[in-house]
């Protein structure tokens, strides 16, 4: 299955286009971090899903009808560029200045009252 295939796919099961963009940027930005062993916090993951969304829009101006690039398919890769990014960057952000709201540690459980007299 082609990217396009998939992108038609989608559509049928109702997902929008711009949804299946941010969808897949945050798959990749998880698995990226995670097969790289880094935080999301760290540039590596966030930097993929940037070249894979410049690949992906290079491919969707490759497949255009148009015998030329119009201003339209520009303002459309530009639209889809912004908006795949920026959950990415919002979470890439959010880890590196406030990386104690993504730590799920139990709370130590209150100490047992002394029984001292």
Known sequence: MDWASLQGESARMLLE???LHIYAALLIQVVAAKLAGKSLGHAGPWLWVL???????LFDLGRG????LRPWQVVSGVH???NTMI???VLLILVRRKSHLLHWER???PAAPSSEI
Not at 65 to 68: K, R
């Open 51 to 57: 070249v894979l969304e410049l690949i992906n829009e």
């Open 80 to 82: 889809d560029i912004i």
């Open 17 to 19: 286009k711009d949804a």
């Open 65 to 68: 009808m148009e015998p030329e």
């Open 107 to 109: 709370p130590e459980p």
């Open 87 to 89: 959950l990415p960057t």
